[in-house]
């Protein structure tokens, strides 16, 4: 093996992860449903109780995620994490809250009342669907920082000596970039589509049926429009080609490029498009089909899979930077060397068994 | 105080707390989760022997709901405060993250793919499986929570006992970071085998106390006496267990530590001046103006173990143990002769002369120059060992704080042996001795009250081991690689303070929200 294709492997393997998080998002897009006003007690305990025994698996491949992309791309991990420190803090604060709240929130004895834990996991629905949105999107528009490997060798208590610096606002800046946020808003909407099909999938009573089937037209009018300007954002937006390991050059139409010169990046786009829509539209029209969850999701994964390849393939630098090109991190070099991914490569075998045993329990609690 | 200072400060906080807090529900979740473990063992054997009477039957499936229910509240909570501190290296480390992710990532992302989604997947089966699934499936979907639990804690342990410990990696000039050269080396270092033996063991040993302080409760109150008999005699196995298992990994680490991390051991024992068959303190009270380099008296008050140090870290009673300033002054005996090891002010040079020839690398590579490079590589490999030593101004940087590792370290041995003592009278008393657990002096039922005061003590102990463990090792994010000044993201003071309060905010509630939630099951249990 390689070390070019351990490091394209690698990238495989976090928008694989990447994808799934998305898809298992639904579980947030759920909570955030709670905000609905027209909600009853007897609907919104049904609602929770249809997710509240999903969490763990978002919240783990959320972890998965980040342990995957330390161990592979550390640089990405220092400088991303060091760096959009409030993005990621607030990412933190909402999961936080979120793993303890399904858990406590009809326990007796809890002191902090239900109503409270409601509003974590709505906070956490809202908020994280968002902010990951938005950080993954910063792979297109990049961020607010250098890369100054030399800093290493500075005095850390006089002049500083951490390698990888950035603007004053710690990731806050990405709100002020509208097509982040517009990205970020647009996977909320996704993830509240996906939880309606979940609802319509796992809840055998018509009311709920019924709501959710109306929610859904709204959400997808919102959800479309977000999508279609978020996508004629990308593909016509300036990007990078890598010329040397730290040298760039930018080029317009990077990502529409991408997506046309690499074919599995298109067909995966485009068939995941179908499906998401095609999974919408058969649900809202059809009431007795119920199995629209699996249809968008899958084309959600398909969706994510393709928007990682034109952001990571193709000597695209996944990570620009906006402050200095130069310091733009690609798979090539920001990934762990080639002993370490080897190694993890052996380990990733695993897997599928993994995927296997999980995929084995869910159907038998489910069934 | 500059900007980087307080920022290294609250970074080392936040990372302080939020490992504090995560350990107060950590050990439980391993402990209980073998107790429960091995309560719904006992329960399947029972339910699938057709001559057990249906009363014994429902008696251990009621046990192990019970503490099944304990151990799922404890559960949620010490998730949230683990997905912080993965993230917190990030976060608050970047430096770090880069300077020697390629060995310490892997550690963490084999964590979540084989350990988080194992206790994740079946930890769902154990609290909503009961009817889906048969009796040795759910059994065996409970061990697997408890395997998981465990083996997360190996894969954390390992990348911990890599900071205190660096094998198994080089350091490559070309990207300017530490790179894994033995996966075998940092997975299976002598130092994390006996960490995780460590903390595992004495895991079981706290759940155990919990167990054993709830259950003295209930005999306090007269109420669910033979459910209380039961869990403390299966608590009683696990925590004697436990406990013996910590006593003995707990010796393997001190001879670890005087070998791999003498100045942790010297702070430890509050030892400035070593000797010759070194007494072990008991306890003491530091002076608090003591220097290294001066010739005042470092205890005010002291009882000792007359060549316990000594025993205790080289198992022989005339070894010689070196002090602080042994240590700064480059001065060792080993097998009856004086050596000289380097000397603090040397390492603070080589370090500098290795960072130099860093910098001299990355210029003759700019300028292409094959001989300049050669040289520059040759001079970093010969002093590369003593790199981090070059971020030091003088001496006393390197030094831990003695206080902060002296007292916690004998806190523990203390409260480690008490519940040592209380763990093997509690099984001698519940399979021997039944009666004398109904024993009162003035009125009073002593072993319920011992048993419930054990509890606080354990975690108490574990808190105090881990402060030990992390404060011993400082400066140092990685033993002689890397100093935490070094290893800090580039993130103002002002917003980790800030963050380190929300945090502080969110973790004692969620605490309190916690303990206010098991307190009702408890008090409430049918």
Redesign the interface.
């Known amino acids: 093996m390689t070390y070019e294709f351990l490091q394209e492997y690698w990238w495989f393997l976090i928008s694989v992860l990447g994808a799934l998080l998305v898809f298992l998002m639904f579980v947030q897009g759920g909570q955030s449903l709670l905000l609905q006003k027209n909600i009853n007690n007897r609907t919104r305990e049904m609602l929770l109780n249809s997710i509240a025994h999903r969490w763990e698996l978002t919240f783990t491949t959320l972890v998965t995620f980040g342990g995957a992309f330390f161990a592979s791309f550390p640089l990405f991990y220092s400088t991303s994490f060091g760096g959009a420190y409030w993005v990621w803090m607030l990412i933190l604060f909402t999961f936080v809250v979120q793993a303890v709240s399904y858990k406590y929130r009809n326990a007796d004895g809890n002191r902090l009342g239900r109503e409270t834990y409601d509003k974590f996991l709505i906070a956490n629905g809202i908020i994280a669907p968002v902010l990951l949105g938005g950080a993954v999107c910063t792979f297109f528009y990049g961020s607010d920082f250098t890369v100054q490997m030399d800093n290493l060798t500075k005095d850390p208590m006089t002049t500083g000596n951490v390698i990888s610096t950035w603007g004053q606002y710690h990731g806050l800046e990405v709100l002020l970039n509208w097509r982040i946020v517009c990205f970020g808003v647009m996977v909320l909407f996704l993830t509240r589509i996906q939880a309606l099909m979940w609802f319509i999938n796992q809840i055998d009573d018509n009311d709920i049926q019924e709501w959710s089937r109306r929610q859904i037209i709204i959400n997808t009018a919102v959800f479309l429009v977000l999508f279609l300007v978020s996508i004629y954002a990308l593909l016509t937006a300036t990007g990078l080609k890598t010329v040397d390991i730290h040298q760039f050059q930018i080029i317009r139409y990077r990502y529409l490029l991408n997506m046309v010169q690499i074919p599995a990046a298109l067909v995966a786009f485009l068939v995941g498009t179908l499906l998401v829509l095609g999974g919408i539209v058969w649900t809202i029209l059809n009431t007795r089909f119920r199995n629209g969850i699996w249809l968008t999701g899958t084309g959600t994964v398909l969706v994510v899979l393709a928007l990682f390849w034109i952001a990571g393939y193709n000597d695209t630098p996944y990570y620009p930077s906006c402050t200095d090109i130069n310091s733009s991190l690609t798979i090539y070099n920001s990934s762990s060397s080639r002993f370490t991914l080897e190694t993890m490569s052996y380990v990733s075998l695993a897997i599928p068994f993994v995927f296997a045993y999980i995929a084995w329990v869910w159907y038998k609690l489910v069934k | 105080m500059?900007d980087?200072?307080t920022a290294i400060d609250w970074s080392r906080a936040q990372f302080a707390m939020t490992a504090m807090y995560h350990w107060l529900f950590v050990p439980l979740t391993l402990g209980l989760g073998l107790v429960v473990a091995i309560m719904e063992t006992i329960y399947a054997k029972k339910k699938l022997n057709p001559d057990t009477p249906q009363t014994e039957v429902n008696e251990w499936l009621d046990l192990t709901k019970f503490w099944m229910r304990l151990f799922?509240?404890n559960f949620?909570?010490g998730?949230?405060?683990?997905?912080?501190l993965?993230?917190e290296?990030?976060?608050?480390?970047?430096?770090?993250?880069?300077?020697v992710?390629?060995?310490?990532?892997?550690p963490?992302?084999?964590?979540?793919?084989?350990a988080?989604?194992?206790?994740?997947?079946?930890?769902?089966?154990m609290?909503?499986?009961w009817e889906?699934?048969s009796i040795r499936q759910h059994c065996a979907?409970t061990w697997l929570t408890a395997f998981g639990a465990s083996l997360s804690a190996w894969w954390i342990l390992v990348a911990n006992s890599w900071m205190q410990h660096p094998v198994g990696m080089d350091f490559?000039p070309d990207?300017?970071?530490n790179?894994?050269?033995s996966?075998v080396d940092v997975a299976l270092s002598p130092t994390a085998v006996n960490k995780f033996c460590h903390v595992i063991t004495s895991s079981w040993a706290l759940g155990a106390c919990f167990v054993i302080s709830v259950s003295g409760w209930y005999l306090l109150r007269g109420r669910h006496t033979q459910f209380a008999i039961n869990s403390i005699k299966v608590a009683g196995i696990v925590g004697m267990v436990g406990i013996i298992g910590t006593m003995i990994t707990g010796d393997s680490s001190a001879v670890q530590v005087s070998q791999d991390q003498p100045m942790k051991l010297a702070a430890m024992e509050g030892l400035y001046e070593g000797k010759q068959g070194a007494d072990l303190i008991g306890f003491g009270i530091l002076n608090p103006n003591k220097k290294w380099d001066d010739d005042q008296d470092a205890m005010l008050m002291e009882i000792r173990f007359p060549k316990g140090l000594s025993i205790l870290s080289r198992h022989d009673p005339d070894a010689f143990v070196p002090g602080i300033k042994d240590i700064i002054e480059g001065r060792d005996i080993v097998d009856g002769k004086e050596i000289n090891t380097v000397n603090y002010n040397e390492r603070i040079l080589r370090g500098r002369i290795a960072?130099?020839a860093?910098?001299d690398y990355?210029q003759a590579r700019e300028y292409k120059d094959s001989i300049g490079m050669d040289n520059a590589r040759a001079k970093l490999a010969k002093h590369y060992q003593f790199f981090g030593y070059g971020?030091f101004?003088k001496v006393d940087e390197a030094i831990p704080s003695v206080a902060m590792t002296f007292y916690p370290f004998h806190i523990m041995v203390i409260l480690g042996s008490w519940m040592l003592a209380f763990l093997l009278a509690t099984v001698w008393i519940v399979f021997r001795r039944r009666e004398w657990i109904g024993y009162r002096i003035v009125g009073h039922p002593v072993y319920p009250w011992l048993a419930i005061i054990t509890a606080p003590i354990a975690w108490v102990c574990s808190q105090c081991g881990w402060i030990v463990a992390e404060l011993g090792r400082q400066p140092w994010a990685i033993q002689d690689i890397m100093p935490v000044?070094?290893a800090?993201?580039?993130?103002?003071s002002g917003?980790v303070k800030l963050?380190f309060f929300?945090f502080l905010f969110?973790?004692t509630?969620?605490l309190?929200?916690?303990i206010?939630?098991?307190?009702?099951?408890i008090k409430?249990k049918k």
């Open positions: 500059n980087i200072v799922g509240i949620a909570i998730v949230a405060t683990g997905i912080v993965e993230f290296f990030g976060t608050n480390w970047s430096n770090y993250s880069w300077f992710g390629d060995i310490f990532g892997a963490l992302a084999i964590e979540g793919i084989f988080f989604f194992c206790e994740s997947t079946f930890f769902a089966v609290f909503f499986g889906k699934f979907a490559d990207q300017m970071r790179v894994m050269t996966f960072q130099k860093l910098r990355n971020y101004g000044q070094a800090i993201s580039s993130v103002g917003n963050t929300i969110l973790f509630s969620l309190v929200a916690e206010g939630i098991m307190l009702k099951q409430d």
